[in-house]
T-cell receptor, first 112, second 115 residues
Framework: EAGVTQFPSHSVIEKGQTVTLRCDPI?????LYWYRRVMGKEIKFLLH????????ESGMPNNRFLAERTGGTYSTLKVQPAELEDSGVYFC??????????FGPGTRLTVL | AQSVTQLGSHVSVSEGALVLLRCNYS??????LFWYVQYPNQGLQLLLK??????LVKGINGFEAEFKKSETSFHLTKPSAHMSDAAEYFC?????????????FGAGTRLFVKA
């Protein structure tokens, strides 16, 4: 069974540009989560999808971040426009109902 | 609200020595607790989890953790460290509010293993 995959693994962009991160959850997992780890800080929750619906987006830092999960399969996280403080590692995780979350390898985003 | 505190951002042990990584949690409901490990240039891997069954939880790679409600602790141990255990370890609690199971992480403890 394939695990959670994320694309790209690394992204380097300039301040003001747009970046879109993608997450493909484990097949059949209705729950999809996004997390972020800014350098030197804790891994922080961003939001949670149940199928295509946003269950909890309390961790989204501001309106420059837009997450979607059309069709309840893969998810994208768009940052527009990117700022320096958005640099970090973005993790995606998926789970079936109430079960353990399985994490992807992360996307390392660097904003210059 | 749930929270996790990991004592020690860095821990160094000799190969073959006991590994002890400390974690204390705060939770208003019976917690689900986890330990994750991140090896260099890899993602987060689940080591073990506690979900209100046995208080001593065994995980992969010889690690185990004991849930102690009276001490609100969930420390991770391994009897004998191996060089391959060098990684960053995260203690986490599952926040079951808001209808979901978002994970609250500790700040992480980087384990160094000396030859």
């Amino acid at each position: 069974e394939a695990g959670v995959t994320q694309f790209p693994s690394h992204s380097v962009i300039e301040k003001g540009q747009t970046v879109t991160l993608r997450c493909d959850p484990i097949s059949g997992h209705d729950n999809l989560y996004w997390y972020r780890r800014v350098m030197g800080k804790e891994i922080k929750f961003l939001l949670h999808f149940v199928k295509e619906s946003k269950q909890d987006e309390s961790g989204m830092p501001n309106n420059r971040f837009l997450a979607e999960r059309t069709g309840g399969t893969y998810s994208t996280l768009k940052v527009q426009p990117a700022e320096l403080e958005d640099s970090g590692v973005y993790f995606c995780a998926s789970s079936s109902y109430k079960n353990t979350q399985y994490f992807g390898p992360g996307t390392r985003l660097t904003v210059l | 609200a749930q929270s996790v505190t990991q004592l020690g951002s860095h821990v160094s042990v000799s190969e073959g020595a006991l590994v002890l990584l400390r974690c204390n949690y705060s939770s208003s409901v019976p917690p689900y607790l986890f330990w994750y490990v991140q090896y260099p240039n890899q993602g987060l891997q689940l080591l073990l989890k506690y979900t209100s069954a046995a208080t001593l939880v065994k995980g992969i790679n010889g690690f185990e953790a004991e849930f102690k409600k009276s001490e609100t602790s969930f420390h991770l141990t391994k009897p004998s460290a191996h060089m391959s255990d060098a990684a960053e370890y995260f203690c986490a609690v599952s926040d079951r509010s808001a209808g979901g199971f978002k994970t609250i992480f500790g700040a992480g403890t980087r384990l160094f293993v000396k030859a």
